[in-house]
């Protein structure tokens, strides 16, 4: 039914033809199709000998006042479709003895003809509707022939109800103290040698390439940037200390090792906020201090709700406040690329800098495109498939090498603006312990603590788990379970431990984790009511990917000279590209470009067929509110307000609750749907 919806809505519709006889059909809609380029002129005659042939052979009357006369041949090699109404109705020797007045003339290569079988079956479902008959006999354009199939699916295939919400195994644990623990490493433990074996491919070789620079970037301009606005206390040196450890150890012991912790944007901001409260105070010399006793609160109340399975909670979280985090997330990757960008133009003021500014732009803009294109590759008709999926995988790698190669080429140390990590070691400060000095912070301000750690838990709680569950999303087709109250008491650990040492909390970074996935996916192309795109079939889920990642990121402590020889223009073209391959896919992101689409050519999929335009509009509005209202909350001067972000992204759970007072339950359930129903090829392909 997609492929009839798809043509007739690109115009291939031919209303009132003044033809009597099969031949004179078939030669009026070959030349239509040669008119309108869907056919070339060289073909014209071979089409159609072979569908007088095929008519003489075996007629395609199949009744119901309908014809299908179909032609295929290796030589076609985009399938097509002619809609025909005839201006008489013409006996041509139908069973049913219903005189045929509606044609649907089919073409393509011998590979098409198992599809033809689903889209005769659409076509015999549809004649076979009377009150069919009647519109598209008296509808006086290409739209009405579209209403009145789309009628007729609204009234037969349309009528199932949707999908219950299921809750997953990892969120059904019963209310008892650690049985959610218990279940996760139940459900994990079986897996734990297979998830060494399974990391043994190419894919995990590319994975391992991409993503460490992937995480190496947001590891140094995260920690360049706290560094700044916290007098050295917490800069890169520790932000990357964090991530090696911090990521290796969650990788051997977390349940599920494809999620990558990392420093993120909410994080970075709290820890900000935090100084800037010290210096009010007059404790800025103890703030490490008082962050450590906020960590060791936040890591003890984190551990608390895993062992209280509080994160049963997520079952109330649905696809509304999963795509609006990850909106979030991906656009603060894509704003922090920008901006560097654009301060690197705001800051020149001679010949030298504008020069660095533009080779910048030409960088960033030249790794994205780089990496974009070899990513589309795995689709392309062109080398072979081996070469399709090896340029694919290694795609940002290369771009990234390209990127430095042009960089020096054309640029030298006055125009490069690099990694820049000479001067980390100058910018913090040293301390002669190790540990921080937990003793000197005032015994009020240790419990005060309390406090912000609430709302760091909170932050902390939502990052992990939200991403945790975009990472195990159906869509992503991963067989090895959930593990919410494990991972969530492993953070937990961790935050207490970079809290006795002074560098900053990770968690599960939503962007870096979504890009370790689809690294490690196979994915094969199909074709539906959005056309062609991507789907995953298989993960190779693995820890040996995340543990080398990391032991990678800490052999740059090493050799940290090496790395200012990377251009920080080119690391922003991957925060483009992860940014932008983020919000691929999202639905909310689909929904948002129907604003400016003709609604005539919406995708056809499992909610543009069920629900109203205007209830599709409304509830993306929704959404597009809440994203708005939570990126001013990060971008806010007024710290107050930006400390309480965990607070607002909670929130949207009662505003979800809320709006759905205002939706028909049936049409809500398909928008918010966790995934699509299963029976949605059967309709619609």
């Not at 995990?204 to 460490?212: D, L």
């Not at 370790?516 to 539906?528: G, P, T, Y």
């Given at each position: 039914?997609?492929?009839?919806?798809?043509?007739?809505?690109?115009g291939?519709?031919?209303?009132?033809?003044?033809?009597s006889?099969?031949?004179?059909?078939i030669?009026?809609?070959?030349?239509?199709?040669?008119?309108?380029?869907r056919?070339?002129e060289?073909?014209?005659?071979?089409?159609?000998?072979?569908?007088?042939?095929?008519?003489?052979s075996v007629?395609t009357?199949?009744?119901?006042?309908?014809a299908?006369?179909?032609?295929?041949d290796?030589?076609i090699?985009?399938?097509?479709?002619?809609?025909?109404?005839?201006?008489?109705?013409s006996?041509?020797?139908?069973?049913d003895?219903?005189p045929?007045?509606?044609?649907?003339?089919?073409?393509?290569?011998?590979?098409?003809?198992?599809?033809?079988?689903?889209?005769?079956?659409?076509?015999?479902?549809?004649?076979?509707?009377?009150?069919?008959?009647?519109?598209?006999?008296?509808?006086?354009?290409?739209q009405?022939?579209?209403d009145?199939?789309?009628?007729?699916?609204?009234r037969n295939?349309?009528?199932?109800?949707?999908?219950?919400?299921?809750?997953?195994?990892g969120?059904?644990?019963?209310p008892?103290?650690?049985?959610?623990?218990?279940?996760?490493?139940?459900?994990?433990?079986?897996?734990?040698?297979?998830d060494?074996?399974?990391?043994?491919?190419?894919k995990?070789?590319?994975?391992?390439?991409?993503?460490?620079f992937?995480?190496l970037?947001?590891?140094?301009?995260?920690?360049?940037?706290?560094?700044?606005?916290?007098?050295?206390?917490?800069?890169?040196?520790?932000?990357?200390?964090?991530?090696?450890?911090?990521?290796?150890?969650y990788a051997l012991?977390?349940?599920?090792?494809?999620?990558?912790?990392?420093?993120i944007?909410?994080?970075?901001?709290?820890?900000?906020?935090?100084?800037?409260?010290?210096?009010?105070?007059?404790?800025?010399?103890?703030?490490?201090?008082?962050?450590?006793?906020?960590?060791?609160?936040?890591?003890?109340?984190?551990?608390i709700?895993?062992?209280?399975?509080?994160?049963?909670?997520?079952?109330?979280?649905?696809?509304?406040?999963?795509?609006?985090?990850s909106?979030?997330?991906?656009?603060?990757?894509?704003?922090?690329?920008?901006?560097f960008?654009?301060?690197?133009f705001?800051?020149?003021?001679d010949?030298?800098s504008?020069?660095?500014?533009?080779?910048?732009?030409?960088?960033?803009?030249?790794?994205f495109?780089?990496?974009?294109?070899?990513?589309?590759?795995?689709?392309?008709?062109?080398?072979?498939?081996?070469?399709?999926?090896?340029l694919?995988?290694?795609?940002?790698?290369?771009?990234l090498?390209?990127?430095?190669?042009?960089?020096?080429w054309?640029?030298?140390e006055?125009?490069?603006?690099?990694?820049?990590?000479?001067?980390?070691?100058?910018?913090?400060?040293?301390?002669?312990?190790?540990?921080?000095d937990?003793?000197?912070?005032?015994l009020w301000?240790?419990?005060?603590?309390?406090?912000?750690?609430?709302?760091?838990?909170?932050?902390?709680?939502l990052?992990?788990?939200?991403?945790?569950r975009?990472?195990n999303?159906?869509?992503?087709?991963?067989?090895?379970?959930?593990?919410?109250?494990?991972?969530?008491?492993v953070?937990?650990?961790?935050?207490?431990?970079?809290?006795?040492?002074?560098?900053p909390?990770?968690?599960?970074?939503?962007v870096?984790?979504?890009a370790?996935?689809?690294?490690?996916?196979?994915?094969?192309?199909?074709?539906?009511?959005?056309?062609?795109?991507?789907?995953?079939?298989?993960?190779?889920e693995?820890?040996?990917?995340?543990?080398v990642?990391?032991?990678?990121?800490?052999?740059?402590?090493?050799?940290?000279?090496?790395?200012?020889y990377?251009?920080?223009?080119?690391?922003?073209g991957?925060?483009?590209?992860?940014?932008?391959?983020?919000?691929?896919?999202v639905q909310?992101?689909?929904?948002?470009?129907?604003?400016?689409?003709?609604?005539?050519?919406?995708?056809?999929n499992?909610?543009?067929?069920?629900?109203?335009?205007?209830?599709?509009h409304?509830?993306?509005?929704?959404?597009?509110?809440?994203?708005?209202?939570?990126?001013?909350i990060?971008?806010?001067?007024?710290?107050?307000v930006?400390?309480?972000?965990?607070?607002f992204?909670?929130?949207?759970?009662?505003?979800?609750?809320?709006?759905?007072?205002?939706?028909?339950?049936?049409?809500?359930?398909?928008?918010?749907?966790?995934?699509?129903?299963?029976?949605?090829?059967?309709?619609?392909?």
């Amino acid at each position: 039914m997609n492929f009839l919806f798809r043509s007739i809505a690109e115009g291939s519709c031919l209303l009132n033809v003044d033809a009597s006889t099969m031949e004179e059909i078939i030669e009026a809609a070959v030349q239509f199709l040669v008119q309108t380029g869907r056919l070339p002129e060289s073909q014209q005659s071979m089409v159609t000998a072979g569908l007088k042939e095929r008519e003489k052979s075996v007629p395609t009357v199949i009744g119901h006042a309908c014809a299908v006369p179909h032609f295929y041949d290796d030589a076609i090699t985009e399938p097509a479709m002619v809609f025909i109404r005839l201006k008489h109705a013409s006996n041509m020797g139908a069973l049913d003895g219903v005189p045929t007045r509606y044609i649907f003339l089919l073409i393509g290569s011998n590979e098409q003809t198992a599809s033809h079988l689903d889209t005769l079956s659409s076509i015999a479902r549809l004649m076979s509707d009377n009150v069919v008959h009647f519109e598209m006999m008296y509808g006086d354009s290409q739209q009405d022939m579209l209403d009145a199939m789309e009628r007729h699916v609204n009234r037969n295939v349309l009528a199932a109800p949707p999908k219950a919400r299921e809750v997953t195994e990892g969120l059904k644990t019963d209310p008892k103290l650690f049985a959610g623990l218990m279940s996760d490493i139940k459900r994990r433990v079986p897996h734990y040698v297979n998830d060494f074996r399974d990391g043994l491919t190419a894919k995990t070789v590319a994975s391992i390439f991409f993503m460490f620079f992937a995480c190496l970037a947001p590891a140094v301009t995260f920690g360049g940037a706290m560094g700044l606005e916290t007098g050295g206390l917490i800069g890169a040196e520790q932000m990357l200390k964090a991530t090696v450890v911090c990521g290796l150890v969650y990788a051997l012991l977390a349940g599920q090792p494809l999620i990558i912790l990392g420093g993120i944007g909410p994080l970075l901001i709290f820890t900000i906020i935090l100084y800037q409260l010290c210096i009010k105070m007059d404790q800025a010399e103890n703030f490490l201090g008082i962050y450590g006793w906020v960590g060791i609160w936040t890591g003890l109340f984190t551990l608390i709700l895993a062992i209280t399975n509080a994160s049963n909670l997520m079952r109330y979280f649905t696809r509304f406040t999963d795509e609006i985090f990850s909106a979030l997330m991906s656009l603060i990757f894509i704003y922090k690329a920008v901006d560097f960008l654009v301060i690197g133009f705001q800051d020149s003021n001679d010949a030298t800098s504008y020069i660095g500014a533009l080779l910048a732009l030409i960088l960033a803009i030249g790794t994205f495109y780089i990496a974009m294109t070899l990513a589309r590759l795995r689709s392309s008709k062109y080398l072979f498939p081996w070469m399709r999926e090896f340029l694919a995988d290694f795609g940002p790698s290369i771009a990234l090498v390209c990127m430095i190669g042009v960089a020096w080429w054309l640029g030298d140390e006055s125009t490069l603006k690099t990694l820049g990590f000479g001067n980390v070691e100058e910018s913090s400060v040293e301390s002669s312990s190790w540990f921080v000095d937990f003793g000197a912070v005032p015994l009020w301000i240790r419990f005060a603590a309390i406090g912000p750690a609430l709302l760091a838990t909170v932050l902390i709680f939502l990052s992990q788990n939200i991403t945790a569950r975009l990472v195990n999303s159906p869509e992503n087709r991963l067989t090895k379970g959930e593990s919410y109250h494990l991972d969530l008491a492993v953070i937990g650990l961790l935050v207490g431990v970079c809290s006795l040492f002074g560098w900053p909390w990770m968690v599960a970074a939503t962007v870096r984790s979504l890009a370790h996935v689809r690294s490690l996916a196979w994915s094969e192309e199909m074709v539906d009511g959005n056309g062609q795109h991507s789907e995953i079939v298989h993960v190779a889920e693995n820890r040996i990917s995340a543990i080398v990642i990391h032991v990678l990121i800490g052999g740059t402590l090493l050799v940290l000279p090496l790395l200012q020889y990377v251009p920080m223009a080119a690391l922003y073209g991957i925060f483009l590209y992860m940014g932008f391959v983020s919000l691929k896919g999202v639905q909310f992101i689909e929904r948002l470009s129907f604003w400016l689409m003709d609604s005539s050519l919406y995708p056809i999929n499992h909610y543009t067929r069920r629900v109203p335009t205007k209830s599709i509009h409304l509830f993306t509005l929704c959404q597009f509110i809440c994203l708005v209202i939570l990126c001013i909350i990060n971008l806010y001067p007024y710290e107050p307000v930006r400390i309480l972000f965990p607070v607002f992204i909670a929130l949207l759970v009662p505003v979800r609750f809320i709006i759905g007072r205002f939706f028909n339950a049936d049409h809500l359930a398909f928008l918010d749907a966790d995934e699509a129903p299963e029976d949605e090829g059967l309709h619609w392909v």
